[in-house]
């Protein structure tokens, strides 16, 4: 689990619970040196760097430098990214061709106060079906170098494009569905219908559209924590950006909305509660948000330790023993989060024993699936 320092500047506006916690988990800690750098690694460094300086003033000088580099770089990587942003929105403005800002490259324009504070590895933009390719095309025609990598069938986006501008590799993912054609938690959402709903911002003085609050929110829920394909271990950004979101839009939310038609992210809310306190407001909104402030699963903050994302004998995974228990007993805080789930006992059981179980044999199949084709390519080529 991360520090408590790292989970609890996982937000954006700062409260007074939140903030005595801060100073409590910053009291006499020594590790500043591995701080920063899982802060950069979990792309919060801008964010520790806002909450902790406001808070404390003996900070040590080198982790503070440190800090205040990270963030200048970000500052600038950001700056670098819209302005390629702001071109291709134009591009596809004079052809008449309607897209959807998604994940960070929105959320720093939109939710964030200062560009810099969301760092921003990639710009993803999403077309409907129809144009994704034809786009993909233009984009190279204007200077863009397509990735030479192939992607698995059940992607949702095209090979990634480049661009250099001034020194700093861009990186640019045009989506065709927001979620990977695989089952089983994924709500089929149409762009036709995301972008009769979507919001519009300025990017660069040019206008872009984001989806609308209640389908951002589950966007980044699946995107960052519930990734059913790899069980990839979450970034404490994307836990920011839903408590940001959430707390900056709490009385405007369609929270009935939110219950009936995104229910695994309703049930999953109380949870971050458990990384970064809600704020009250918030909390009159959650389910059960009484009783799940008195208890604290198991495990709060750990992301999924076990295969396929650890290999079985591996000596840097900790060897076989270690990760076959990763794989069949995660944390119960995980547990809850991923299969959205109650925590009662028959609940967890349920999960332990049926779902966990079943979902893991659905990765073995698409991992064997997988090394099929695999050989069938290498024999096609010979």
């Not at 910053?26 to 808070?55: C, I, R, V, Y």
């Not at 009935?256 to 949870?271: D, H």
């Not at 009250?280 to 495990?299: F, H, Q």
């Amino acid at each position: 689990m991360p520090p408590s320092i790292l989970t609890l500047c996982a937000r954006i506006k700062s409260h007074s619970l939140q903030r005595s916690q801060l100073l409590t988990a910053s009291h006499n800690f020594q590790q500043w040196d591995d701080l920063l750098h899982l802060a950069e690694k979990q792309g919060m460094a801008p964010l520790l760097h806002m909450h902790l300086t406001a808070e404390r003033e003996d900070l040590p000088d080198t982790f503070l430098r440190g800090l205040r580099f990270l963030c200048l770089r970000h500052q600038r990587a950001n700056e670098l990214l819209t302005k390629s942003l702001g071109s291709v929105l134009s591009l596809l403005e004079t052809k008449g061709i309607p897209s959807l800002v998604l994940k960070g490259a929105a959320l720093c324009q939109t939710l964030y106060p200062k560009i810099g504070l969301r760092p921003m590895r990639d710009i993803d933009l999403f077309l409907a079906q129809e144009d994704v390719e034809h786009v993909h095309l233009l984009l190279q025609q204007k200077g863009f170098r397509v990735a030479d990598d192939l992607l698995p069938d059940h992607y949702f986006h095209l090979p990634p494009l480049f661009q250099n501008i001034d020194g700093l590799e861009v990186c640019l993912e045009l989506h065709h569905g927001l979620f990977p054609k695989e089952p089983p938690y994924y709500k089929a959402l149409s762009f036709a219908e995301l972008h009769r709903h979507a919001q519009s911002f300025e990017v660069d003085g040019r206008e872009a559209y984001a989806l609308a609050n209640e389908e951002m929110l589950w966007h980044l829920f699946q995107h960052g924590f519930h990734a059913p394909l790899t069980y990839e271990p979450y970034k404490l950004i994307s836990a920011a950006d839903i408590v940001g979101l959430v707390e900056s839009q709490v009385d405007t939310l369609d929270w009935e909305k939110i219950r009936k038609v995104y229910p695994q992210l309703f049930r999953a809310l109380p949870l971050f509660h458990h990384l970064t306190p809600w704020h009250d407001a918030v909390l009159r909104k959650i389910p059960n948000e009484k009783r799940r402030r008195r208890s604290t699963p198991s495990g709060a903050g750990d992301s999924y330790k076990g295969w396929p994302r650890s290999r079985f004998g591996r000596q840097e995974d900790k060897g076989l023993v270690k990760t076959l228990q990763n794989t069949i007993l995660p944390s119960r805080w995980w547990l809850m989060l991923y299969y959205s789930t109650g925590e009662s006992i028959f609940s967890i059981l349920w999960c332990r024993l049926i779902l966990h179980p079943l979902h893991i044999l659905r990765w073995v199949k698409m991992y064997g699936m997988g090394l099929l084709r695999g050989k069938k390519r290498a024999t096609d080529e010979d």
